[in-house]
């Protein structure tokens, strides 16, 4: 009777059915699983709001004196809110990575880039590119190095570029774009307010062609307002003259140097004494070098992270553990084949370092039958997903040849593994060549950029690739032996790199006439200089006081 007079009231009814759907709602969101949020509000937009001015930005002022912070990671996990919306990557990528591969910034290099800022400010705007170029003033105080882009891989052209911009940054130039590549198309716009990009009328030709190589210029008397330097993997005994301190001294005074690359050179930057004391200042952690400049250089613009956001949120929502994998390999006709020794090897690194669970038969498998999760996990099935998603592996699989990725996939998918997780296998793009298209680029980016937000990632020897990935990441990567020559059983499938840090293929080591590093740059050089794992006649950063070494 008191039902139906309770009922006898619509609008009542209404009321009561509207407080106990929102309790529900509110109660549901509170309880969603932090792995398993929603993405929407990180995935950019054009409507995140400007700051209404620089102190809103800053953490809230209180009269409560805080604790201070030791720890370098405690800093940096400590996320600021977004303060420049057209490059919302900036500050929301760590968010994204594992605790212990947030670094923080040594002070010296924060102090390092804010004056280059200023300086790349002062130095670009209200410029006459043409009237600068072919005729510098001798009272102009700036200097500019201008990176020629090149048609080598993305892994490699990106490594050039922190390169290139460790020297600007340690011979106080101003590094320019060549404006006919792929990564200004690809980058947040990393110097603040001022762009490092050249216009589309600049005389690039003549930067690139038109200027004589370092040896040239150094017969020549280095007269030229302008040198091209050519430091790739095949460099003239001209070229190889700018390791020497002299010659470093004397390209100071050259306004304009165009920079010609497809190397890592920071490693042989530390071995050259006119460049190693501002080095170690600057990156205390040699190990972390490249770390702070690819976290410095290579930020997606918004349009490219919104796409890394939703493909990590696909892949790898509600995972347990993270496994990035990149395959690729080197010393092959076809880097791109589909080669079974070489699957072979790589599932005897990631199973034979815990990367990934084992597989069993079914017969052989929880004594001849399977439990399923609905059994184990009876409760309801919002806890048996919640315990799903801990049990679950998720593996991304980066390579050109979409063949490795299936073999892993079936693998996992016709087997039960031998402690009862689950593996999800993902591949994003799989272009089958290597084609160095815009499009081909865009795919790469993001390859990279997902393959560094791993737990695990495990990386193919000699790939510049992986090495931007575990440069990223803050990753020491699991290096898989399938360059070539693999295929002896005694060959051990992977080992753990010794640094974060990319491998310089080709150092081009040797004393310059007249110049012997002193004792102590000597001894520094035998403990925190290595030659590469994966490349004998390499050289690589290593921080040898690291706690993991």
Known sequence: MKWSKCCSYPLLTKLLVLVLLGSMLLASILTLPRKCESPNWLLLSNQLPAPKSPRTNLSHESTTPKKPTRSPIAK???????????????????????????VA????????????????????????????????????PCRYLVYVEGTAGLGNRLLSL???????????????????????????????????????????????YGSPKLGEALSAGLNSSRVLLS????????????????????????????????????????????????????????????????????????????????????YFACSGKKVSLQVRLHARQDTAEFYPPAFSQIMRCLIGNLILPNVTRLDQHANGRIKPLSVKLSQSRSKAEMAACKMTTSVLVASLQMKYYEELKGLYMNNPTEDDTFVRVHMATHDGSEVHSLDQSVKAFTEIWLLSMGD???????????YVAQSLGALRPYVMNIRGGFDKESLTPCFVGQSFDPCNHYPFLGQCEGETPNSEHTQWIETHIKPCQDEGGGIQLVQKSSSFL
């Open 76 to 102: 940096a996990s400590s996320i600021p809110p977004i303060t420049n919306p057209a490059c919302v990557s900036k500050w929301q990528h760590l968010m994204y990575r594992k605790p212990s591969s947030l």
């Open 162 to 208: 922190a390169s290139a911009f460790a020297y600007a940054l340690l011979t106080d130039r101003v590094l320019l774009m060549d404006p006919r590549g792929h990564i200004p198309l690809l980058l947040c716009e990393p110097f603040g307010s001022s762009s490092w990009l050249l216009p589309k009328d600049f005389p690039i030709w003549d930067m690139e």
């Open 105 to 140: 910034i040594p002070s010296d290099l924060a102090l390092a880039l804010k004056s280059y800022e200023e300086m790349h400010a002062r130095c670009t705007q209200g410029k006459n590119w043409g009237a600068t170029f072919y005729n510098p003033r001798a009272d102009d």
């Open 231 to 314: 430091l790739r993997h095949e460099q003239s005994d001209g070229d190889r003259q700018f390791y020497c301190s002299a010659v470093l001294g004397k390209l100071d005074r050259v306004p304009w140097i165009g920079w010609h690359s497809n190397q890592y050179l920071i490693p042989r930057f530390f071995t050259l004494p006119a460049l190693w004391p501002r080095l170690l200042r600057l990156f205390p952690d040699v190990s972390l070098a490249s770390t702070h400049l690819s976290r410095y250089l290579f930020l997606p613009n918004n349009e490219l992270w919104e796409r890394i956001l939703r493909i990590h949120w696909s």
């Open 456 to 466: 695990e990632l495990a990386t193919s020897s000699w790939s510049t690739f992986g």
